[in-house]
């Protein structure tokens, strides 16, 4: 994948809380009234390997001490245009970011309805949030309190060294078209719809699954849909990007993390996200179709 040198971008949609982060408390709401955070595995950390304490008061994510905020001044000077993110890893995210916020847009306009823009913040160790507090060890997530998107970028590597996953530019555009569709599903009040509940045909699953559904049809469109400056940002995605994408997909399944990252067991009445080969066929029905009215994971009377 690689991205128009002269399309402008704008690194406005990043807050990078590099180096500051942190929070002083909230409780993240994990049980009753709804999701308090979606993300692509949160389920790895909560439920398998243990990596998230849960200390008094706190539901899920961990408390942390205090930070301080750091500029995105120079996010903004070093990421400007294509050619920034064809050399540059951050400038990159901030295309993908761009992209996928483009195409969301136009989508909702289409359909008569506004798409308000979602800020992703990037953070190192911890971040504060409308959730709660929560730690790099929680993945990539969208907190529906505040309406944005959280990444440790370190995340891409864990992905390969953890999770054995194949990496590359556009799957760590999948990860993050998924959690841009968790905040469509917000903005269109699906969230709304799903409880707390586990299980294969539960809605956890269902909202997950629409999730990677509507990554896979933005990344239908990414080559297509123009940025503000008038041209896309992606110039090309190939069948290898497309072939890494869905490797990832195979690897955050519920049931690859139980029997290769957790227990060695797998418990179904336990499953939060679907399984591997779910995850891939969502991905690739929105891939293949661009249209995200066949990611109706809740009309679905199968999963896969």
Same mark, same amino acid.
């Given at each position: 994948m690689r991205f128009d040198d002269d399309a402008g971008l704008d690194a406005s949609e990043v807050s990078d809380l590099r180096g500051g982060g942190? %929070?002083?408390? %909230?409780?993240v709401l994990l049980g009753g009234g709804g999701l308090g955070v979606v993300g692509l595995v949160i389920y790895f950390v909560l439920s398998q390997l243990g990596g998230v304490s !849960?200390?008094? %008061? #706190? *539901?899920? @994510? !961990?408390? @942390?001490?205090?930070?301080?905020?750091?500029? $995105?001044?120079?996010?903004? *000077?070093? =990421?400007? !245009?294509?050619a +920034? #993110?064809?050399?540059?890893?951050? =400038? #990159?995210?901030?295309?993908?970011? $761009? *992209?996928? &916020? +483009?195409?969301?847009t136009d989508q909702f306009a289409r359909s008569g309805k506004t798409y308000r823009k979602a800020t992703t913040n990037f953070f190192n160790g911890g971040?504060? !949030?409308?959730c709660g507090s929560a730690t790099s060890d929680t993945g990539p997530f969208y907190c529906p309190a505040d309406s944005e998107v959280y990444i440790d970028l370190s995340f891409f590597t864990e992905l390969q060294q953890r999770f054995g996953a194949q990496g590359g530019p556009f799957t760590e555009a999948y990860v993050l078209a998924h959690e841009y569709g968790h905040h469509v599903q917000d903005l269109l009040g699906t969230s709304r719809r799903v409880g707390n509940d586990t299980g294969p045909m539960s809605g956890s699953v269902r909202l997950e699954l629409q999730a990677d559904c509507y990554a896979g049809v933005w990344g239908n469109h990414a080559t297509t849909t123009?940025?503000?400056? %008038?041209?896309? @940002?992606i110039t090309d995605v190939t069948q290898d990007d497309v072939k890494r994408a869905l490797d990832t997909a195979s690897r955050i399944g519920d049931d690859y993390i139980q029997?290769?990252?957790g227990s060695g067991h797998v418990d179904t009445s336990q499953f939060t996200h679907g399984t *591997? #080969? &779910?995850r891939e066929k969502w991905f690739n029905t929105g891939f293949t179709t661009g249209d995200?009215?066949? =990611? +109706?994971?809740?009309?679905?009377?199968t999963l896969g």
């Open positions: 942190g %929070g002083v408390g %909230g409780r !849960t200390p008094s %008061g #706190a *539901s899920g @994510l !961990t408390q @942390l001490g205090s930070g301080q905020q750091v500029s $995105n001044g120079s996010l903004a *000077s070093a =990421c400007r !245009t294509g +920034d #993110a064809n050399r540059n890893h951050d =400038c #990159a995210v901030v295309a993908m970011i $761009n *992209s996928i &916020q +483009d195409y969301w971040v504060r !949030t409308g123009p940025s503000s400056s %008038g041209k896309p @940002l029997q290769n990252l *591997s #080969a &779910q995200p009215a066949r =990611c +109706d994971t809740f009309g679905a009377r």
